[in-house]
């Protein structure tokens, strides 16, 4: 089957530094990723995301990095704030309209 | 406010009850899913439904039951409470007006067995 894993359970950052959470999917197929956010107490909330044929894609302050040759997703936030602590999840996807799996969640947490 | 709703909130069931989770969209999408969340589990699929009158299984379907009869509502049955089942539960739509990956999550069901 497949999976999709984050390197980090944990990451602090300083404020206003920049972040970087990590994820490994495990399914060469999988053509689309997704990076979510969830914030205690409440659901997931959709970040960003990128399909299989794109290497970058850039939101605000966020940018999805996909490395298809070893099957590796990032996901950076510039200027990294207080309100950014949450759980982030990485999901992945085969072509169509299937399922998305997530991964085990990364917490944020920011220093003052 | 167009979202989705998640009732109830929190519930304390006791092994072997019933009950049933409820899940109500107003974006017509069409597709809908349940999860749940366990402690360094992340989020694990329990059934999903691409439209009305369609359900399949995700990767832990043993003790749940679905239905679509609407567009709207997506219930999630737990036949016979079990505490392994104590877990939050996040309802999910998505459609083709966000793309069918940018889910809508509902605020959760905090399940408690004992």
């Known amino acids: 089957g497949e999976s999709v894993g984050l390197h980090l359970p944990t990451l602090s950052v300083q404020e206003g530094d920049n972040s970087i959470i990590n994820c490994a999917y495990s399914?060469?197929?999988?053509?689309?990723f997704i990076w979510y956010k969830q914030e205690s107490g409440k659901g997931p909330q959709f970040i960003i995301d990128?399909?299989?044929?794109?290497d970058k894609r850039q939101g605000q302050r966020v940018t999805v990095l996909l490395n298809k040759t070893v099957k590796h997703l990032s996901l950076q936030i510039a200027a990294t704030q207080p309100g950014d602590s949450a759980v982030y999840f990485c999901?992945?996807?085969?072509?169509?309209?299937?399922?998305?799996?997530f991964g085990k969640g990364t917490r944020l947490s920011v220093i003052a | 406010n167009a979202g989705v709703t998640q009732t109830p909130k929190f519930q304390v069931l006791k092994t072997g009850q019933s009950m049933t989770l409820q899940c109500a969209q107003d974006m017509n999408h069409e597709y809908m899913s349940w999860y749940r969340q366990d402690p360094g589990m992340g989020l694990r699929l329990i059934h999903y439904s691409v439209g009305a009158g369609i359900t399949d299984q995700g990767e832990v379907p043993n003790g749940y039951n679905v239905s679509r009869s609407t567009t709207e509502d997506f219930p999630l049955r737990l036949l016979s409470a079990a505490p392994s089942q104590t877990s939050v539960y996040f309802c999910?739509?998505?459609?083709?007006?966000?793309?069918?990956?940018?889910?809508?999550f509902g605020s959760g069901t905090r399940l408690t067995v004992v």
């Open positions: 990128i399909r299989s044929n794109m």
């Open positions: 999901a992945d996807a085969l072509s169509g309209n299937t399922p998305l799996v």
């Open positions: 999910a739509s998505s459609g083709r007006d966000r793309g069918w990956y940018g889910y809508t």
């Open positions: 399914n060469s197929a999988s053509d689309y």
